[in-house]
Antibody, heavy 120, light 106 residues
Framework: EVQLLESGGGLVPPGGSLRLSCAASGFKFRSYAMMWVRQAPGKGLEWVAALSGSGATAKYADSVQGRFTIFRDSSKDTVYLQMNSLRVEDTAVYYC?????????????WGQGTLVTVSS | EIVLTQSPVTLSLSPGERATLSCRASQSVSTSLAWYQHRPGQAPRLLIYDASNRATGISARFSGSGSGTDFTLTITSLEPEDFAVYYCQQRKDWPLTFGAGTKVDI
């Protein structure tokens, strides 16, 4: 059974940093790209970042480019999202998501989400 | 970036009725389009990928069609658990983009 367990969310002041983690199980981790998708309060889904199965290729939304970094540790079957220079508008539930394949760029399984609140 | 426009914003229907949701892309995405269901407090769920392929375990009540710029998600005979928000997403080009969603409510 596929499981994605996010952690690391919380309250952080503007300009601060936070690292989200997503522990994966139930599938061959290295064979799948992984993503982060967020949902701001009262808003729709917004893709944030994607990372290939090998970890060699990362893509970012313009809104987070240069501030967020996605990376993975295949020895721990875990994907991370390092978030720096956080802004109020980054407040959202952040979902870890598994690509349907090595790099199909759609999502066949989502975690339950972790809430990030950026506020002073 | 490719903009996806979903309509209507809200669809008010009764159990047993048919729902027809639309997703229009600002440029052709071929058939590289997925549909997701999102219930409040739950993780989103993949319903349809590549415009018309049902994901594993998805009821035959759900069907997708379309190509190029115009896509449709059809839910025949709505069940109580089908009342949710539905999003389309394109994977044709970066950045990946979602539509703003259609809420199907009672």
């Amino acid at each position: 059974e596929v499981q994605l367990l996010e952690s690391g969310g919380g309250l952080v002041p503007p300009g601060g940093s936070l690292r989200l983690s997503c522990a994966a199980s139930g599938f061959k981790f290295r064979s799948y790209a992984m993503m982060w998708v967020r949902q701001a309060p009262g808003k729709g889904l917004e893709w944030v970042a994607a990372l290939s199965g090998s970890g060699a290729t990362a893509k970012y939304a313009d809104s987070v480019q240069g501030r967020f970094t996605i990376f993975r540790d295949s020895s721990k079957d875990t994907v991370y999202l390092q978030m720096n220079s956080l802004r109020v508008e980054d407040t959202a539930v952040y979902y870890c998501a598994k690509d349907r394949g090595y790099s199909y760029n759609d999502i066949d399984f989502w975690g339950q989400g972790t809430l990030v609140t950026v506020s002073s | 970036e490719i903009v996806l426009t979903q309509s209507p914003v809200t669809l008010s229907l009764s159990p047993g009725e048919r729902a027809t949701l639309s997703c229009r892309a600002s440029q052709s995405v071929s058939t590289s389009l997925a549909w997701y269901q999102h219930r409040p407090g739950q993780a989103p769920r993949l319903l349809i990928y590549d415009a018309s392929n049902r994901a594993t375990g998805i009821s035959a009540r759900f069907s997708g069609s379309g190509s190029g710029t115009d896509f449709t998600l059809t839910i025949t005979s709505l069940e109580p658990e089908d009342f949710a928000v539905y999003y389309c997403q394109q994977r044709k080009d970066w950045p990946l983009t979602f539509g703003a969603g259609t809420k199907v409510d009672i």
